[in-house]
T-cell receptor
């Protein structure tokens, strides 16, 4: 059982380049989300999805796009990378509601470390 | 506007002593609270949680206390072990329509042998 898989693990981009961070889960979770972790800021929610075809913005959505065509995949697109997007990105999945689990089944990937120069 | 706050960026304790990590929140709609532990180069892992209808939850060495009137929760680790050294995040969920998980800024715990 792989859980949540993020690729790539590391990436360096030049300012203005675009790229897609991949996220896949094999737990049939309805809910998926993307976070970025920055020093002193904790983890901040970028975008989330409550099911295939449904996405919404989190706390810091600017500069990022998402789509959810399948239950398993939730890619995060950087349209035109900026140095301010240098961060560690985490994808997470969970049940849409409590599901009887004490943590809502929240499972995180191991992260993608992105540097924009 | 930070809805979940951890005012201590770091904490250092001796092995065997108690570690107390604190968290404050501003949104009274939060009805479920969680603590996550994070090692470098890994994703956060779930540690313990508490519903807003309770004031205490215990799991082995870990206990979470919730004071709703003060909008404050704390995580107690007794006894602390060197392997507990990590960043600890407090997080909160507004149940019902969505289960968005909102994180605090984190506290780096260092347990000295």
């Amino acid at each position: 059982n792989a859980g949540v898989t993020q690729t790539p693990k590391f990436q360096v981009l030049k300012t203005g380049q675009s790229m897609t961070l991949q996220c896949a889960q094999d737990m049939n979770h309805e809910y998926m989300s993307w976070y970025r972790q920055d020093p002193g800021m904790g983890l901040r929610l970028i975008h989330y999805s409550v099911g295939a075809g449904i996405t919404d913005q989190g706390e810091v959505p600017n500069g990022y796009n998402v789509s959810r065509s399948t239950t398993e995949d939730f890619p995060l697109r950087l349209l035109s990378a900026a140095p301010s997007q240098t961060s560690v990105y985490f994808c997470a999945s969970s049940y849409a509601v409590g599901g009887g689990y004490s943590n809502y089944g929240y499972t995180f990937g191991s992260g993608t470390r992105l540097t924009v120069v | 506007d930070q809805q979940v706050k951890q005012n201590s960026p770091s904490l250092s304790v001796q092995e065997g002593r108690i570690s107390i990590l604190n968290c404050d929140y501003t949104n009274s709609m939060f009805d479920y609270f969680l603590w996550y532990k994070k090692y470098p180069a890994e994703g956060p892992t779930f540690l313990i949680s508490i519903s807003s209808i309770k004031d205490k939850n215990e799991d082995g060495r870990f206990t979470v206390f919730l004071n709703k009137s003060a909008k404050h929760l704390s995580l107690h680790i007794v006894p602390s072990q060197p392997g507990d050294s990590a960043v600890y995040f407090c997080a909160a969920i507004i149940g019902g329509a969505t289960n968005k998980l909102i994180f605090g800024t984190g506290t780096l715990l260092a347990v000295q042998p």
